[in-house]
């Protein structure tokens, strides 16, 4: 720790960070632009000037840039300085000098930051009297509007698109004193993280474009604390409503896992809450009521549930407590888990290794500290952007180090480190059935059949000492390639092992597991990441259930009347083929859910249940970390959470095991008791009846002006809120206006910081932890015993050579970002981004054996039913298999992977 003397007083700071970072970490106000928490410093808008004195005997001092100043024991500054404080005003007055007067229409207008500075430095008024230098904006894609003439040449959004994400389509472009930020040609920004633009830019240059379309005010949205839903990692969002539709979804602060960042698809893959196709009434087939009520729908289903046999059907993408009150309301043995048989097997699988493994899995911040990384068949950036994103900024540690040794400079000196770094990367090995957006930054890429690369993760493991069958026939490539990985993990000191999913490769989760634990027998804190299909995967698997093969083996053998379906697709969890025969089969379907779909062409009832917009509950991410989402806004018409539904259910059908059951805490509580290994989940949040001073905390910001003149002609009073009795949350903007729980804060405001960088008034230091801890709890930990060699569960065989065979292509799945996830697409954005039709990837030289070229039509059978797709020709796809997208339309997920028979 270093002592430092700001305007006369003393504090104890962390030495080697910088100025303007130390002076926010004690809650002081300082200006500033072009720095971020997480891009470092590169002292460009010359905001952030301080007077710094030799010792206490100057009286004179001299202006430093507090960004750019190293926290040395003994410092002596001023923040209010006079001579400081008329430059920073002065700065200001020229990056504001052909700024357009437009914050009354601006969309960031009363949440920018740039005004927020502008208050904070005393500029009022401008010296500026001439012609204001203009731009013409470019189409950047469905995501984003650009309005150059607002910049004031920050460089926070190239340095965050190229420098920290990877993105190569966007730049800066100078001539003299005009400075444009864009892409060499307009066009639709290609990289995955494209919309924290929006949030990294501290004016109007770059806007959510989606809210624009429904516009509304910041301040005049209800906000609330929740758990993005477009893929396994659980990033924190907050999403934001207006008039009874979701507006907005922006990042909410994690430091442990998503940090200040999201990516496209969590955050524009929201407007399906809001989409046509949403379940809004209640249907029963063949019913003569003109209008269907609740009480109608549980009189309906009283006698069907009570005297027949009934089965449940869960769902990986919904809520932790919808799925326990369906286990309870059908029974331990008659609850399935809503899983395709290789998603089943892929999570049981890895479960069971991070349950019994001595090897950690990472948090993503925790995946973003190590330095050397090895992935087995994963294209983070389609499966896991956000994981990709961590993996990014860990190649950069170890070359981070060597520049700061080298060149004796500190990690936030950004343009320093980056200048002694060069094109330099730490070891990163990324094995794959075709190449992906990390390749570039990867040490090897390499591309073969899923079980060749198991193969080559088994060898990596045996040479690092794992008893494990020694592989005889690799390649000299792969020889050299298994050798070259076994001595970069051993070099490394926080390796990290990634696999999951994406091929459906049973054998590569073996092998990741493998090599993570002889590393870990070697001494090293090694660590393991899994990624899951959907955001509740691990969640459902933690909870327990049968296979879903084996409820249609009981609805075919006839030994059920009534599947209740939770928020599921069964076109999606089976081939076409078979979904339709055990749909036709099924006596009674009630199905829960919230968008129309195929399944719920054929229910016999179906119950609108609320979206995470209109829902509370728990998710458990692919780390096994729960984490709890509030809904935005009350539910309206006959619209319910599932578990509230199924509470009904229960209550009508008189069931023991969820009596007591009334609100949320009361299931919450029910799973922590009655299943140990969600202990702790009745407390990630506190209570229902939890208040500060005797206030609820409100959803509303202070500023929020209610109803507007658009409902003057309907109504001049305003309606009665609704009254939420699961949450210590308000549907109002009246309540506790302090700082409230770090899980539960709606939106982040604090006196003079408006805008998202408010952030580091919630922090305990810049860049770490809010104040009462990060939100979620782990419930996964490694298997303390597993110390030895002895105690490793290994796995010792690796499977075989993959071998073409003859008139057959292996079937292997692709996951695209935009597209594969059943939700999001329901997006116009994201559908605008997607592939769009079904197509089949081949190598050119079973294109060539097949007579077929790029664009042709192939037809081939699948499961024995067939298939017509687009080709498109990939010449790093390994000879004898065939890459089919995932969740595109006419492809389900449980179509791949299989044997494709020409």
């Known amino acids: 720790m270093a002592i430092i003397h700001i305007d006369g007083k003393s504090y104890d700071v962390k030495e080697g960070r910088n100025l303007l970072e130390a002076c926010l970490s004690l809650g002081i106000d300082l200006p500033y632009f072009c720095w971020h928490p997480a891009l470092g410093s590169v002292g460009a808008c010359r905001q952030c000037a301080v007077k710094s004195f030799k010792d206490e005997k100057d009286t004179k001092g001299r202006l430093i840039m507090s960004c750019m100043e190293p926290v040395k024991d003994q410092l002596r500054i001023s923040v209010t300085d006079q001579e400081a404080s008329a430059f920073r005003e002065q700065v200001i007055g020229w990056l504001m000098t052909n700024h357009p007067h437009d914050c009354a229409v601006c969309d960031e207008g009363g949440s920018c930051h740039l005004q927020d500075m502008t208050v904070m430095t005393g500029h009022s008024y401008r010296n500026y009297h001439f012609t204001k230098r203009t731009y013409k904006n470019q189409y950047l894609g469905p995501f984003l509007n650009h309005e150059m003439n607002r910049c004031i040449q920050c460089y926070r959004c190239v340095r965050f698109y190229k420098d920290f994400a990877g993105g190569k389509d966007m730049d800066v472009f100078a001539a003299h004193n005009h400075v444009y930020f864009g892409r060499h040609k307009e066009g639709t920004l290609e990289s995955e993280f494209s919309g924290n633009l929006a949030e990294i830019c501290p004016t109007g240059v770059f ?3 989606t809210l624009k379309q429904h516009y509304t005010r910041k301040w005049d949205m209800t906000y609330a604390p929740s758990i993005c839903q477009g893929c396994s990692l659980g990033c924190n969002i907050i999403a934001g409503e207006r008039y009874g539709s979701l507006r907005q979804i922006s990042t909410r602060y994690n430091g442990a896992v998503n940090g200040y960042f999201l990516c496209d698809r969590g955050r524009y893959g929201y407007e399906f809450v809001n989409s046509p196709r949403r379940i809004r009434e209640i249907a029963i087939r063949n019913s003569t009521l003109a209008t269907i009520t609740a009480d109608d729908a549980l009189r309906h289903l009283k006698d069907k549930l009570t005297g027949g046999r009934v089965i449940g059907i869960g769902s990986p993408r919904a809520s932790l407590e919808s799925n326990f009150v369906l286990q309870q309301l059908v029974g331990q043995d008659q609850f399935y888990l809503g899983m395709t048989h290789t998603e089943h097997d892929l999570a049981t699988l890895a ?18 500290a190590a330095d050397a990384v090895l992935i087995l068949g994963e294209d983070l950036l389609n499966t896991a952007p956000m994981l990709g994103l961590a993996v990014r900024q860990a190649v950069r540690r170890q070359p981070t180090q060597d520049a700061m040794n080298a060149a004796h400079v500190l990690a936030w000196q950004d343009a320093a480190v980056r200048e002694a770094m060069q094109d330099r990367n730490g070891p990163c090995f990324i094995l794959n059935i075709q190449p992906t957006g990390l390749d570039e930054i990867a ?8 079980d060749n690369i198991a193969r080559i993760g088994f060898a990596v493991a045996q040479v690092l000492g794992a008893p494990v069958t020694v592989i005889t026939d690799l390649t000299e490539e792969e020889r050299q390639l298994v050798q070259q990985i076994a001595d970069a993990l051993s070099a490394a000191a926080r390796p990290l092992i990634i696999a999951g999913y994406g091929m459906g490769n049973e054998a590569s989760l073996r092998a990741a597991a493998d090599v993570s634990w002889a590393l870990h027998a070697q001494g090293k804190p090694a660590m393991l990441s899994f990624t899951m299909p959907e955001c509740n995967t691990l969640g459902l698997e933690m909870l327990g259930g049968l296979r879903l093969d084996s409820a249609v083996d009981a609805v075919l053998n006839g030994e059920v009347d009534t599947v209740i379906v939770l928020e599921n697709d069964l076109y999606r969890r089976m081939d076409k083929h078979t979904a339709d025969h055990f749909l036709k089969h099924c006596k009674d379907l009630v199905l829960l859910d919230h968008l129309y779909n195929a399944t719920a062409e054929k229910a016999t009832v179906l119950l609108p249940a609320g979206s995470f917009a209109e829902s509370d509950g728990t998710l ?16 309206t018409g006959a619209i319910q959470e599932s578990w509230r539904w199924l509470l009904q259910l229960g209550a009508i059908t008189g069931n023991e095991r969820l009596r007591h059951m009334q609100f949320l805490d009361d299931v919450t509580e029910a799973i922590a008791k009655r299943q140990p290994v969600f202990a702790g989940i009745d407390h990630l949040t506190p209570p229902a009846d939890f208040r500060i001073a005797g206030q609820k905390i409100p959803r509303e910001p202070h500023r929020y002006s209610g109803r507007t003149a658009m409902q003057a002609n309907v109504n001049v009073s305003e309606p009665k809120p609704p009254v939420d009795d699961d949450t210590a949350l308000s549907f109002t903007m009246e309540g506790y206006r302090g700082e409230p729980p770090s899980s539960m804060i709606p939106f982040f405001w604090w006196p003079g910081w408006n805008s998202v960088q ?3 008034k919630f922090q305990v230091e810049i860049g770490g932890s809010l104040h009462d801890g990060d939100p979620g709890k782990r419930l996964l930990e490694p298997n303390g015993n597993s110390n030895g060699n002895g105690h490793i569960p290994w ?12 008139g057959h292509l292996l079937m292997v799945p692709v996951y695209h970002i935009y597209g594969s996830e059943e939700l999001s697409v329901h997006t116009p954005g994201i559908a605008e981004r997607s592939p769009g039709a079904p197509y089949i990837m081949l190598n050119p030289d079973d294109a060539k054996r097949y007579e077929v070229a790029e664009h042709h039509q192939l037809q081939l059978a699948v499961n024995g039913h067939p298939y017509t797709f687009t080709v498109k020709i990939n010449p790093a796809l390994h000879r004898g298999m065939a890459g089919v997208p995932v969740g595109l339309q006419g492809i389900g997920i449980a179509e791949v992977p299989e044997l494709g028979k020409l």
């Open 795 to 806: 796995f010792t065989d690796a499977p075989e050579h993959f071998v073409p065979m003859a």
């Open 443 to 450: 040490t090897r890429a390499y591309h073969a059949a899923p």
């Open 207 to 209: 806007t959510d474009k």
């Open 351 to 368: 479960l069971k290794i991070l349950k019994q493994g001595p090897v950690r899995t990472p948090s993503m911040q925790e995946a973003a």
């Open 758 to 760: 408010s952030i580091n």
């Open 620 to 635: 458990v991410n692919n780390e096994g970390r729960a984490q709890r989402f509030f809904q935005v806004y009350g539910a």
